[in-house]
């Protein structure tokens, strides 16, 4: 497999063209925050390195054999630079996280009343993520949501608003992909790829998280007039199954009994029985 990594500067002017150099390269994608963190070691002099810095930006493209065209698989920027050396070797380790991290520099305050939650992300970014970060957005990856706030404030940064809504709604996919671009889609029940046991996986685990089962909530929401807004709910179901899980979700953008109600509702559909994981 052929792999390209670049390095540009912060105005994504090309700095170096790295195809043999770089050393243990990782980068990760997850449906929740979209491009992930990533890292890499140069062997170089510590002393010597210039051109590297932070924020600058990492691309990393894979090589098609049967085309020698190159597609881009992540892009991210540059969160740390640390040099060091071991007897006579010396190296230069590279890490950083995607695009996403941009959102978490962005404070917003702002209060919406009787708004589609696609159109209160799509307000965010127009007015407040777009113009102050490399994140951009087309109309077709903010996916109209099936709810509508009565009442929202968020009194935070850009990270934290998304993930308050995307709770609220429930089986959301986030994040900002490979292109700088933000989205928020429903998570996909299609089937699109599948590998053979014995052939394609040749290795399987699975991990049945009993301690993650939540079945009884309670919410501590906004601040009035001296006292938190709380409610409580249960799904009894799970209870009488596994017992009570008590799990306090504390979120200061919640201040009524229609969103409450739903940011409970979207936490049973993804914890009120067991969590299965699996690694292949």
């Known amino acids: 497999m052929k792999i390209r990594l670049e390095i540009r500067d912060r105005n994504f002017n090309m700095v170096e063209i790295l195809d043999n150099e770089y050393l243990d390269l990782h980068w990760s994608y997850s449906r929740i925050g979209g491009c992930g963190e990533f890292s890499f070691r140069l062997p170089r002099k510590i002393f010597e390195e210039r051109a590297i810095s932070g924020d600058y930006n990492v691309r990393i493209y894979y090589r098609d054999p049967s085309t020698a065209a190159y597609t881009l698989w992540y892009q991210g920027i540059i969160e740390n630079k640390t040099p060091s050396f071991r007897g006579n070797s010396e190296s230069i380790e590279i890490s950083g996280h995607g695009y996403q991290v941009q959102l978490s520099r962005i404070y917003i305050s702002a209060s919406f009343a009787s708004k589609e939650v696609s159109v209160i992300v799509k307000n965010l970014l127009d007015n407040y993520i777009t ?28 990270m934290s608003c998304m993930q308050t809504l995307a709770d609220i709604v429930g089986t959301r996919e986030w994040g900002v992909d490979k292109n700088r671009k933000f989205f ?16 394609n996986i040749t290795n399987y685990s699975e991990n049945q998280d009993f301690k993650e089962i939540i079945n009884r909530i309670i919410v501590q929401g906004a ?21 009570r899980r008590d799990k306090v979700i504390q979120n200061s953008s919640v201040n009524s009994a229609t969103v409450a109600s739903k940011l409970a509702d979207a936490t049973f559909a993804e914890f009120n029985d067991v969590v299965r994981k699996a690694n292949f």
């Open 131 to 158: 113009a102050n970060t490399n994140i951009s957005y087309t109309g077709s990856d903010l996916e109209v949501t099936t709810f509508t706030p009565d009442t929202i404030d968020f009194n935070t940064d850009a």
């Open 184 to 199: 928020f889609k429903a998570r996909s029940s299609t089937v699109g790829l599948r590998y053979v046991p014995g052939n």
């Open 223 to 243: 601040q009035t007039g001296g006292t938190y807004y709380t409610a409580t709910y249960n799904n009894l179901p799970s209870q009488v199954k596994y017992g």
